[in-house]
């Protein structure tokens, strides 16, 4: 086997166990579990902000329809405080990530995630008065979000030097996130407990998923070593998990990635891609969940299903068929990158922000037009799995309209119009759920 089709064998994700593929699988799950986690628990937030709080309200905290001033602004200042920070840092990782080294960002960055979701455990347990909850837990979501941001734009930059399904583990891995979190909700609500018990298993148990994320990381230079051993390749003496002295092994192809490519230069390739994954979030941040936390169940509003709406026919409908979407490029990815159907499809998505506006949004002034709660259910799973289909498909594309040395660059640009179609639709949030 000669040194080209070793390395190739190398970064198959057929080869040996799928080690490779699922270390990407679960550093995508942990570039997303933060703010997923901080989202879905709406609910326990809300609750602590009340004037008066019932220790005996389970984690959902069953809220009125009049909220106080606090409770009104939450979620929309909860979506600016995680999406702005994401793209400022999302782009001075773009910048920077040539001078800083890549363990450093990718295990610095799970590590102080860790530690906020820790604090934020622990606050659960302490009480205090609504205002000061309010500002210690924005700090909180600036801070978690920053550091997502360089590691969401240092694992897909990781991800652009390598063939192209090892886009798609991160972006499934990203789907999971708010799989698992909605899941983790649901079984917190399910326990009956006091609300202070059922949040702090809640926020420990993401804990726990950031700590086998770094053991994931640090577990992958060795993995690399080993299939290295196995291809007979003579070890690189330092060795310090950098993809580009994996794929690129001669000198003659380390002189050439060594070169500086201008950002503009790798941009005006693929334009088009990065700005339909910035339109796609921005669409997707711009109702959810700013707009769909608020849709009130009609059928059973005081009822079960009415405790179980939210966190079943908003976040884990979403999360749910998001994964299935990011997931489906693994088997196939239709249109193609230069198919003109691609865009149409991007911008069509647009339709999901009246359709949402129209449900039962409450409070409002506008006429209610899809009340019934199917009609919110059947709009949620073509809204999710066109975003997480769309959005991965431009993902995976993307690095693949540059050249080798520019990949990892690539990787770090999109992730930066990523992160700003997150902002963007952070943003355009306040202005959609004012409109109702």
Not at 341 to 351: A, E, I, N, Y
Request: glycine residues 8%; charged residues 10%.
């Amino acid at each position: 086997m000669g040194r080209r089709e070793g390395v190739r064998g190398l970064l198959d994700p057929r080869v040996g166990f799928n080690a490779v593929w699922l270390i990407f699988l679960i550093l995508g799950l942990g570039t997303l579990l933060p703010w997923n986690f901080f989202m879905t628990a709406i609910g326990y937030f809300k609750h602590r902000l009340q004037d008066e709080i019932d220790p005996n309200l389970t984690l959902n905290g069953t809220q009125p329809l009049e909220e106080n001033y606090l409770q009104g602004i939450f979620g929309n200042v909860m979506t600016l405080c995680a999406m702005l920070p994401l793209l400022i840092f999302s782009c001075l990782n773009s910048i920077l990530h040539e001078r800083i080294p890549q363990a450093v960002r990718i295990n610095g960055s799970l590590i102080a995630i860790f530690l906020l979701f820790l604090l934020t455990s622990v606050l659960v347990k302490i009480n205090m008065n609504p205002t000061t909850f309010f500002i210690i837990t924005m700090v909180t979501i600036i801070s978690v979000n920053s550091f997502g941001a360089v590691l969401q734009g240092s694992v897909f930059g990781l991800a652009g030097l390598l063939p192209t399904y090892y886009t798609t583990p991160i972006m499934s891995g990203q789907g999971m996130a708010g799989t698992f979190a909605a899941l983790a909700l649901i079984c917190a609500i399910a326990s009956g407990s006091e609300q202070t018990n059922s949040a702090f298993g809640y926020f420990i148990t993401a804990c726990g998923v950031i700590l086998i994320a770094i053991l994931a990381y640090l577990g992958l230079p060795r993995l690399v070593r080993s299939q290295f051993q196995s291809c007979n390749h003579k070890i690189p003496r330092k060795f310090k998990l950098k993809v580009p002295s994996i794929s690129l092994m001669d000198k003659e192809e380390e002189a050439e990635q060594s070169e500086n490519v201008p950002v503009i230069a790798i941009f005006k390739k693929l334009w088009l891609m990065a700005l339909l994954v910035c339109f796609t979030f921005t669409v997707t941040i711009g109702v959810f969940p700013a707009v769909t936390v608020d849709v009130k169940s009609i059928v059973s509003p005081k009822g079960t299903w009415g405790l179980y709406f939210i966190p079943i026919g908003c976040f884990l409908f979403f999360n749910v068929f998001d994964w299935v979407g990011r997931s489906l490029t693994a088997i196939f990815m239709w249109p193609g990158h230069n198919s003109r159907l691609l865009p149409v499809l991007v911008l069509c998505r647009v339709l999901f922000v009246p359709l949402f506006m129209l449900c039962n949004v409450w409070p409002r002034r506008l006429p209610v037009f899809f009340a019934h709660d199917a009609w919110f259910i059947v709009f949620m799973i073509f809204f999710s799995f066109s975003n997480g289909y769309l959005a991965s498909l431009c993902m995976c594309y993307g690095p693949k309209k540059v050249s080798p040395k520019e990949a990892e660059t690539a990787g770090t640009i999109m992730s930066f119009f990523l992160s700003l179609g997150l902002a963007l639709g952070a943003v355009l949030s306040f202005l959609f759920r004012a409109m109702i």
